[in-house]
Each structure stands twice: as structure tokens, then as C-alpha cells.
């Protein structure tokens, strides 16, 4: 698996025109480098990533605010095949240094001759748009199957500078600084439990140490939901783990059901898991980050669920609860605020339309929260029947106004005779909480995904 680069030739290809805003250092997601964040959608049943550009107007659609990519476009890696899942987890960062960031692909099933399955690939950004091809990785070893589950870029060891790191489905693997073009290294210390299989990893700074700490997530041995946390820096990596989560019941813990913020303003990142399938109804569980990490003394977790004060919404069977969760500041006062999807919610009677909740966070973590869902006066659309409104979420600043905005996928909304052809709506942030004056959505047909069967556009939002 060699580096590829290639011109991106189509217009399609290009990204808008930098303005004259430079994209700081390690900006993890302003591809263009015109000083606003871009939302990203994985859509791996169509093997496909969409890339909508923000501005001062929020993000939209066309090619002049668009881009959607396949292994057939001009330039990018490999060739689209069926069980490829190209966008079943994306991430991004400035891997090559030149103040643009990345996009980061994974696509855990790609078949690979003479490796197990499994790739990964990095799409060079730029002012003049992803013309510049990619590289992609393969499998460091034959036992890595499902190479590129999951991927982070963030500072592993303390350097300041960003490190590729990749998960398979039973293995953790880690690049030198920048581009890895060395073999992947891996950890000092084997510390993954035996039988667990790894659906993703989130980097972050959950501690007072150098490097940033990892949260790996997916299933243990009995086909729980499962959640560790490892530690960074300089020093053994691997050493430094402890278990936060094993659940009870089999309920997979999936790139949408993991998040990152600084939720109470001590200046780390505090961790949210979703469980849909735990007690009645789902639930949510944050662990706050402290000097010392994630899951010392002093410092539980806390759980909450639609029958907890202050959550909207009944805590009722089927409700899918923390079917995904997202942390953003959507006020701008400092303190992250957390949405968590229920796609099964029923809504005036209407099973599975789904709902997102949006909980408030403060100097005392979450507090009271507000719903939206598509009976929300000024949401576009109707509620309807298996929709899954609230199946992924995003919060980030699209429109450089200070403030998060709330991305929502509908895996389920059907456009016309297609079924599951998916969907994405954008909540504004304010100083007053979300509105929906200005709400945008837009769905697969928009982006030319429309021939695949069940395309479930907004699967993952990053």
C-alpha cells in the first residue's frame, strides 16, 4: 500500500477559494484553510464521505460548498467496492504540516492482497482543495483485521506535535510524528483485555499530562458495551490503562455514542458515553477529566436518562437514548454543552421519528435541557414513522460566530419512494441556546448518493 498522489482533475474536487484567514495550526477540521470549521458525513453503505464547507452563512450544498468523495474519485486511493465501509469513521488534523487540515478516512472492510482487511487514508487539504491525492495505510500485521475501526490526531507523547493513531479491531498502533511514513509502532505494554473488539478511539486531553489520553470503545468478551482509557506522554505507552466501562447488556459502543468536552470549565475534557440499549430507555454516562484522568477517586461518573430531573422526554422502552452523543459550547460561556440522540423516541404518537436532547453544562456538569425533533416548530420537515431523527450528532462552530451548532442525522428519513435515504439538519448556536432560524438540511440525493440501495446518508458526522 504505497502512497498515491494524483491530481483531483473535476471541479467537484476543489475546495472554495481561501479567503484571507489562515487556518491555525493544527485546526483539525478547516480543510481550506478560510478560518471556518467544515462538518463532515460518513456514509459508508455508499462508501462515501461529504465534506460541506462552513462560512459566515453556516454550511449548504453544491460544489461550490461541497465535495463528496469515493475511492473513485480522481486522485483518492484505491477503487469502491461494496463491503470497502470507506467513511465508517473519519477524522481529521494537519498531518503534513502545511496549516490545512486532513481528512482522515477509514474503511475498516476493505479486501487487501496479502494483508488482513482494512485501510486507511489521508486526503491532503489545501487552499485549492483536496488536488493534491492522499497516501493510504494498510495493516501492519495479518492479525489486525478490521484495520482503520477507528483513527485519532492528536499529540500522543508531549512533543506538540500530532500523532496518527490507529485502531484494528483487536489492536492499538501509533505513528511517528506527522506524516507516517514509518512503520506503525506499537505499544510498550499489551493492554487490551482479551476478547475485545474495538469499534473506534477518541483522543483528548483528559489529564494534566504532556500527551493527550486515548478512550478506546466497542465490545468485551461477552459482547457488552466496553469502554478503557489509556493514558499518554512521554514514557511506555500502555502502561498507563484502567477499564471505565464493561455493560451489561450487548450494546456495541459505536463512534456516535463517543464524545469530548470540557463540560464543568476545569480545563479538561470530560468523556460521554452512550448506552441506547441500558435500563429502560438508554442512557448517557459522563466521567469528568481531572489532573489525574479519567476514573480516579473523587471523581465519579454520572449517569443520566429521561427519568433523571431536569431531561426531557420520558424515560420509555425502545427510546434509544445516547444512540449518539455530542459535546460543544453552544452559548460561547465557556462551558461544553452535551446533545444526545433518541432515535427510537416516539413523538405525537408516531414511533421512531426520534429526538435530540440538548443538556446545558455548567460549573456543576449537566443541567436542564431542551428537545428538538421534527415536530419542532421551525424544524424542516415532517415526523414520520422510522425516521431515526437523532441517530448521530455533531456539535462545532460551521459559522465562526463563537458559538457550537448542532448537526443532526436521520439515517431513516426517507426522500420521496427512497427509503433510508438519510438526512442532515444544522441548529444555529446563540447566546441563548440553539433556534432554528436559518436551520438548514439537506439529504443523499443532494450529494449524488441517491443509487444506492438504503444509502442511510448521516451516519457518522464529524
Known amino acids: 500500500m504505497a502512497a498515491c498522489a494524483g491530481a483531483l482533475a473535476v471541479a467537484g474536487l476543489a475546495l472554495p477559494m481561501a479567503g484571507s484567514a489562515v487556518a491555525a495550526p493544527g485546526t483539525k477540521d478547516d ?23 462552513g462560512s459566515s452563512s453556516g454550511v449548504g450544498t453544491g460544489s461550490a460548498r461541497s465535495v463528496t468523495l469515493t475511492q473513485n474519485s480522481p486522485g483518492v486511493p484505491g477503487a469502491l467496492e461494496p463491503e470497502d465501509e470507506f467513511g465508517e469513521n473519519v477524522t481529521g488534523g494537519d498531518v503534513n504540516s502545511d496549516g490545512y487540515a486532513d481528512l482522515i478516512v477509514g474503511a475498516p472492510g476493505e479486501k487487501v492482497d496479502g494483508r488482513a482487511e ?22 501492519p500485521t495479518a492479525e489486525d483485521v478490521r484495520f482503520g475501526e477507528g483513527a485519532s490526531f492528536v499529540d500522543l ?24 511514513d514509518k512503520p506503525a509502532i506499537a505499544p510498550e505494554v499489551d493492554f487490551l483485555p482479551a476478547g475485545v473488539r474495538l469499534d473506534g478511539v477518541l483522543g483528548a486531553h483528559f489529564s494534566n499530562g504532556s500527551g493527550s489520553d486515548y478512550v478506546l470503545h466497542g465490545t468485551d468478551a461477552a459482547g457488552h458495551g466496553f469502554a478503557g482509557y489509556l493514558r499518554g506522554g512521554a514514557g511506555d505507552i500502555g502502561y498507563y490503562y ?6 451489561a447488556v450487548s450494546d456495541v459502543i459505536t463512534e456516535p455514542r463517543v464524545a469530548a468536552g470540557d463540560i464543568d470549565g476545569n480545563g479538561y475534557s470530560d468523556l460521554v458515553l452512550g448506552e441506547p440499549g441500558a435500563g429502560t430507555g438508554g442512557r448517557i454516562t459522563v466521567w469528568p477529566g481531572t489532573d489525574r484522568g479519567l476514573g480516579v477517586d473523587g471523581a465519579p461518573s454520572r449517569s443520566y436518562s429521561q427519568a433523571s430531573t431536569g431531561v426531557p422526554g420520558a424515560d420509555e422502552p425502545g427510546d434509544g437514548f445516547g444512540g449518539s452523543v455530542a459535546a460543544g459550547d453552544v452559548t ?14 416516539t413523538v405525537d404518537g408516531v414511533k421512531g421519528v426520534g429526538d435530540v436532547v440538548l443538556l446545558k453544562g455548567s460549573a456543576s456538569g449537566l443541567g436542564r435541557g431542551t428537545s428538538w425533533h421534527q415536530a419542532t416548530p421551525g424544524v424542516p420537515g415532517a415526523a414520520e414513522t422510522d425516521d431515526a431523527f437523532g441517530s448521530a450528532v455533531r456539535l462545532k462552530d460551521v459559522n465562526g460566530n463563537g458559538r457550537a451548532d448542532l448537526a443532526i442525522g436521520a439515517t431513516g428519513e426517507d426522500i420521496g419512494t427512497a427509503r433510508d435515504t438519510g438526512a ?12 432554528t432560524s ?16 438504503y444509502p442511510a446518508f448521516g451516519t457518522l458526522l464529524r
Open 332 to 345: 460561547g460561556d465557556g462551558y461544553a454543552d452535551v446533545a444526545v440522540g433518541a432515535p427510537g423516541e
Open 157 to 180: 507523547d508531549g512533543d506538540d506535535h500530532g500523532n496518527l493513531v490507529v485502531v484494528s479491531e483487536n489492536r492499538f498502533w501509533w505513528y511517528a510524528d506527522g506524516v507516517p
Open 31 to 53: 480543510f481550506n484553510g478560510d478560518g471556518y470549521r467544515d462538518l463532515v458525513v460518513g456514509t459508508p453503505k455508499a462508501n462515501a464521505v461529504t465534506v460541506t464547507f
Open 242 to 247: 484502567r477499564p471505565l466501562l464493561q455493560g
Open 118 to 139: 482494512g485501510s486507511l487514508t489521508i486526503l491532503w487539504g489545501g487552499a485549492r482543495g483536496f488536488r493534491t491525492g492522499g497516501m493510504v495505510l494498510g495493516a
Open 438 to 453: 436559518y436551520a438548514a438540511s439537506f439529504n443523499a440525493l443532494d450529494f449524488g448518493l441517491g443509487g444506492t440501495a
Open 424 to 435: 442532515v439538519w444544522v441548529l444555529r448556536g446563540t447566546t441563548s441556546g440553539l433556534t
